[in-house]
Structure formats: C-alpha cells, structure tokens
C-alpha cells in the first residue's frame, strides 16, 4: 500500500460506472497481484493503491513488468493471483469492455491511435463510449483540450508527429470521461519539450478528478505532476512513497547509488 496520499473530493459517477472513492476506499486498490507468461511470473506480489484524482507514477527498468501491470488492470491479460478492486468493488479478470464501460481507460505503448484514419475519424469512434455524445459534442471537447488538433482534423492521424498523435490518444481518452486513465510510456519517442507539455496536461486531467497510473522512463517529468510514485523492478514493488521520497532513492532501489542529480529517465539512472 502506498503511504502519503493526498485526498481529493470524490468521484461522482453513474450507477453503472465506477462508484466514489472515500478515504477508506482507495478508487484504484491492487492487493498482491500476480500475472505471468505461461510458467514464467514477471509480477510477484505487487501492491498499490491511488485515490480519486491522483497521479501514480510507476517506474523502473525494462523488464520490470510495468506494461503488463497495466495490461492486467486494463483486463487485457489474466491476472495468477491477488486481485484488482475499483471503486470498492472486485474486478479481477473482468471483460476489458466491461472495464471501460465502468470508466477505465488504456493509452498502451506506441500511441493509442488508428493511423490510416483523419483525426476527426479517431474522434468519432468514441461517440459509441457515452449515449447521447454527438460528434460535435467529441470534436469541442478535444479541440478545447488540445487546440492543435482543430487544424488536423482531415489529416490522417498516422501523419501527424509523434505529439500530436499522443494529443490525438489523450483527447480520444478524455471525451469518454473516464473515472481511471492508464498510461503507458506516454513520452516514447519525442523530445522532451513535448513530454513536459504532454504531462502538464495529465496533470490538468487528475485536477478534472481523474485517476491517473502512468508507466514512464522520464523520472524526473512524471514526478513533477505526480501525487505519489512507485519503483518496479523485477516485478516487485522496491520503493514507494511521495515523489520526492522517490526522486531520493530511484537509483538506490535497485542499484544502491545515488541518483544523478541530471538525471530525467531511467535509462540514465542506470549508465
């Protein structure tokens, strides 16, 4: 369980979304989660918690199991053991359509996007998330978010640059107005002045009451805008806490030194 959350307001959602969290209630609660690949466990035991509204930055080596932590969540692959609780309510191998119906939604590595189509086509896709959502209804929403996208709306989405195909992936997520927003190395392959207008809007969309888990190789940029953060390695939870905690003892969770004081990802812990 992770210390030193900070309460916001809780959730209100409809009857058949994800209820409020309380204080006692965690809106995220991952108990001793398992999850593996035939006969070999790549997460041993984790333990995590968030709150409505929070940002959880997950970080740690390749390998560590991060991506498959959140493709358990998402319900895209079957948890071995421990559970999955959202909203106070046990969702352990759920169907990923009832997942996203009660408020979940995945960004997954590599942009969240279909290339071949316009932008405005990404958009009106996710007309089907909510009844009653028209297509101008998505195309405000997005382009209010994210002004760029007004002027790429007949490009198609594979054509854009890297950022603004994650604008795209974000504005897609947020229209459905999701209870829980998973990311997954939201920063792969672009510069770093994007990463930190990337997530200068993350942290825009938890203050809207979203909860957020990210995956993320940039340290120092996630912990900037998040409420609390964990250390994966070797599927296991080796350090968890605030983020300045966490900025503190990166590199001392798994190689007993001292983080470099330049360092923004954690391919640069490591050299």
């Known amino acids: 369980m992770i210390a030193g959350l900070r309460q916001r307001r ?73 559970e999955v609780v959202l909203g106070g309510r046990r969702v352990t191998g759920a169907d990923p359509v009832d997942l996203a119906r009660r408020g979940l939604c995945l960004i997954p590595e590599g942009r969240g996007v ?30 209010a978010r994210f002004p760029r996208l007004g002027q790429r709306l007949h490009q198609p989405a594979g054509t854009m640059s890297g950022g603004e195909q994650q604008m795209l992936a974000l504005a897609r997520a947020i229209v459905a107005e999701p209870a829980v927003l998973l990311l997954d190395e939201l920063s792969m392959g672009l510069a770093p002045r994007v990463v930190a207008e990337l997530y200068a809007t993350v942290r825009a969309i938890a203050e809207e009451n979203v909860t957020i888990i990210v995956v993320e190789q940039f340290a120092a940029t996630v912990l900037a805008v998040a409420d609390t953060a964990a250390v994966l390695v070797e599927g296991r939870i080796a350090a968890a806490g605030p983020p300045d905690e966490i900025a503190g003892r990166l590199s001392g969770a798994y190689l007993g030194g001292q983080l470099p004081p330049d360092a923004t990802t954690i391919d640069e812990v490591r050299s």
């Open 114 to 143: 279909f290339p071949s189509l316009t932008v405005r086509e990404n958009l009106r896709m996710m007309t089907h998330r909510r009844a009653g959502m028209s297509v101008a209804d998505v195309e405000e929403r997005a382009i």
């Open 10 to 82: 809780p959730v209100a959602t409809s009857p058949d979304r994800t209820p409020a969290a309380t204080p006692e209630a965690p809106l995220v609660d991952v108990r001793g989660l398992r999850a593996g690949y035939g006969r070999v466990e790549v997460l041993h035991g984790v333990d995590l918690s968030v709150a409505a509204g929070q940002v959880l930055a997950v970080l740690g080596p390749n390998g560590a199991g991060k991506s498959t932590l959140l493709r358990v969540l998402a319900g895209l692959h079957p948890a071995g053991g421990g």
